[in-house]
């Protein structure tokens, strides 16, 4: 037992020593099996000064590249196309007045380089102004009055120096000049929104420029972040109760009747196939026959608003920006007065789809802001379904429908809209709301289908009064 317990540490110890000095020369040489990494691509396992030397070089070419790339990447940011230009032909005039000695071709350089110099000078330094922007309103309506307000602070004890900043708005680019301004002083100014035509707008960022007289260098800095400003379509408002078309409004009691319902309207003798639930135990009693309840069909309204995108349907924008505006008072009106509404525009077809697109789409209503964020952005499309399919898509997929308003353009004849009015249940008011600007308000109805023309939006409340008095 004594003699074997030596033996066994004796062997252990080779394969111990062993193993630490393998790991000692995997330290030693740097790598490990299977890493593969730039020392290992330029110099393997060489070990020495010359391949630290190539290591060294490899590194140091490695960050004057990156430095390079970062300088070119500044360069490039700030040199405009004429700067690039005016550089060229003052290098091409130095070379070729001196070659050929031609002094003005020289004296051509030396603006050339003159120009160079005052550009690299208007870069010297920056700004120490604080820029900010503000909205004081993100939702407007067409028309109104709406603007941006830029605000730039001087928070250093010195006067700044005057300098100017851009602000896109839309389409457009305005420039806001700030004069200096005193040690912790500020200045404002307003920027005015355009609001003649519905739509959103992108306001901002605000960026701050700085350019040399020439233009041959312009650096950019951005202050603040887009901002979005959306403009609704012009709305009117329309009072409840000028919608009395609607003969089933909610919680209004019809002249239907029916055996089954909350609205009690009589008691009656029973007659066969009469629900036995309805019995009257009561009466039936005194009268000696059986007799059952009577209730009066009460209906909870459901409108639907639907808008044809169709720019065949429409004379022009004019006519289209009207049939907006009178398709979101309607919905609006509706959601307002917490009715079942659906509001629906057509769906377009993409431009190179192989086959229209057969659908619909809705706009949301849980709200009304909601819904004229969606009206804002709604256009006309020259490849959507007519009025027709729109009608026939909702009174195909939406249930409990009680009126339909289809808002359409002038150039719709009264044959497809009552052609539209077939494409619901029965039962279903349609009236369709012909937007023609500046005509004449006119009010028809045919069978299953009530007409109203309006030349202006103040003529839809008036329809809508005249067909209330006229149910």
Same mark, same amino acid.
């Given at each position: 037992m004594t003699d074997r317990r030596p033996v066994s540490t004796r062997s252990r110890r080779p394969s111990s020593t062993r193993s630490r000095r393998? =790991?000692?020369a995997y330290e030693r040489t740097g790598t490990v099996a299977g890493l593969t990494n730039v020392r290992t691509r330029l110099v393997g396992d060489r070990e020495g000064v010359a391949a630290d030397a190539v290591v060294g070089l490899a590194r140091a070419w490695s960050t004057a590249w990156r430095l390079v790339k970062r300088g070119w990447a500044e360069v490039s940011s700030v040199v405009t196309g004429l700067g690039w230009t005016v550089a060229a032909l003052t290098l091409v005039a130095f070379v070729l #007045?001196?070659?050929? #000695?031609?002094?003005?071709?020289?004296?051509?350089?030396?603006?050339? @380089?003159?120009?160079?110099v005052v550009a690299a000078v208007a870069l010297i330094g920056r700004s120490r102004l604080v820029i900010r922007m503000r909205l004081p309103q993100h939702r407007v309506a067409v028309g109104d009055a709406a603007g941006v307000v830029v605000t730039a602070e001087n928070p250093v004890r010195f006067p700044s120096v005057p300098t100017t900043v851009e602000v896109p708005v839309g389409s457009g680019l305005v420039d806001v000049a700030i004069p200096s301004i005193g040690p912790r002083g500020t200045f404002e100014r307003e920027v005015p929104v355009p609001t003649?035509?519905?739509g959103v707008l992108d306001v901002g960022p605000v960026t701050g420029v700085r350019a040399d007289p020439v233009g041959l260098v312009r650096r950019e800095i951005v202050w603040t972040a887009r901002e979005q400003v959306i403009v609704h379509p012009r709305t009117i408002a329309i009072p409840s109760t000028s919608t009395g078309l609607v003969r089933d409004l909610e919680g209004q009691a019809t002249t239907d009747l029916s055996p089954s319902d909350i609205a009690f309207h009589a008691i009656r003798e029973y007659m066969p196939g009469d629900d036995p639930r309805t019995i009257h135990w009561k009466s039936t009693a005194k009268s000696g026959a059986l007799m059952v309840r009577q209730f009066e069909d009460t209906r909870r309204s459901h409108l639907v608003v639907a808008l044809g995108l169709s720019r065949a349907e429409f004379a022009d924008d004019e006519e289209f920006e009207l049939a907006v505006s009178a398709a979101a008072s309607l919905g609006a009106r509706a959601i307002r007065d917490g009715r079942e509404v659906t509001v629906v525009v057509s769906e377009r077809t993409p431009e190179f789809a192989k086959r229209p697109v057969y659908a619909v789409h809705p706009l949301p209503t849980v709200t009304p802001t909601r819904l004229l964020d969606d009206f804002a952005s709604v256009g006309l499309a020259d490849a959507c379904l007519p009025i027709a399919e729109v009608a026939r898509i909702v009174g195909t997929d939406t249930a409990g429908i009680s009126? @339909?308003?289809?808002?359409v353009g002038s150039t719709v004849e009264l044959p497809a809209l009552r052609l539209a009015a077939t494409r619901f249940p029965v039962g279903v008011e349609v009236v369709a709301v012909i937007c023609e600007p500046e005509a004449q308000p006119r009010f028809l109805r045919v069978a299953g289908l009530t007409v109203m023309t309006i030349g202006y939006l103040d003529d839809l409340r008036?329809?809508?009064?005249? =067909? @209330? =008095?006229?149910?």
């Open positions: 393998g =790991s000692t #007045g001196y070659r050929f #000695g031609l002094r003005e071709v020289v004296v051509v350089g030396f603006a050339g @380089a003159l120009l160079v003649v035509r519905r009126v @339909a308003f289809l808002v008036h329809a809508l009064h005249r =067909s @209330a =008095s006229a149910a």
